[in-house]
């Protein structure tokens, strides 16, 4: 039991050190072999299975992805923004490529439903184009709200015992 408290307490620290919902995301799905599917931390498994590594990561993967699908589309641009801001890429750039290979379609999680999946498409394409073609309009301007500055711990998992 102490194994696995440990384990939750390195992934709400690194989930709670992204800046947005969306960066959670790309974390999260960045441990997923795309190959096997499976979530893997090496640091991790110094404290935990294998297997509940993999468990607490894909559950922690889909609560992101339903945080980031509960985004409008205008927030979402906003974070899209702040992501390609933080790796130092040209936001118009970035975003027709990301149009034309869709890297975003490995941050969905293995299990989620079509809809779903294609609600999540649809969203991040749209807020790519308003960021293409639009990049100046207002709403976009607006501040996002980071999470270091969010008391509420609602978008992380909740462990149960």
Same mark, same amino acid.
């Given at each position: 039991?102490?194994?696995?408290?440990?384990?939750?307490?390195?992934?709400? &620290?690194?989930?709670?050190?992204?800046?947005?919902?969306?960066?959670?995301?790309?974390?999260?799905?960045?441990?997923?072999?795309?190959?096997?599917?499976?979530?893997?931390?090496?640091?991790?498994?110094?404290?935990?299975?294998?297997?509940?590594?993999?468990?607490?990561?894909?559950?922690?993967?889909?609560?992101?992805?339903?945080?980031?699908?509960?985004?409008?589309?205008?927030?979402?641009?906003?974070?899209?923004?702040?992501?390609?801001?933080?790796?130092?890429?040209?936001?118009?750039?970035?975003?027709?490529?990301?149009?034309?290979?869709?890297?975003?379609?490995?941050?969905?999680?293995?299990?989620?439903?079509?809809?779903?999946?294609?609600?999540?498409?649809?969203?991040?394409?749209?807020?790519?184009?308003?960021?293409?073609?639009?990049?100046?309009?207002?709403?976009? &301007?607006?501040?996002?709200?980071?999470?270091?500055?969010?008391?509420?711990?609602?978008?992380?998992?909740?462990?149960?015992?």
């Amino acid at each position: 039991m102490a194994r696995i408290v440990s384990l939750e307490r390195y992934i709400e &620290r690194a989930l709670s050190s992204a800046d947005t919902v969306f960066e959670q995301l790309i974390f999260l799905g960045s441990l997923r072999d795309a190959y096997t599917g499976r979530y893997l931390h090496e640091g991790w498994m110094r404290v935990a299975s294998p297997e509940e590594v993999h468990q607490r990561l894909r559950q922690a993967h889909q609560v992101s992805f339903e945080s980031v699908l509960r985004l409008s589309v205008v927030e979402l641009g906003r974070q899209l923004r702040f992501h390609f801001e933080s790796i130092g890429e040209p936001e118009g750039k970035t975003s027709l490529l990301w149009l034309e290979a869709e890297p975003f379609r490995d941050l969905i999680p293995p299990e989620c439903s079509p809809v779903l999946r294609e609600l999540f498409v649809s969203q991040v394409k749209t807020a790519l184009e308003v960021l293409r073609r639009v990049p100046d309009w207002p709403d976009l &301007r607006a501040p996002i709200v980071l999470q270091h500055s969010r008391p509420d711990r609602s978008l992380l998992p909740q462990w149960s015992n």
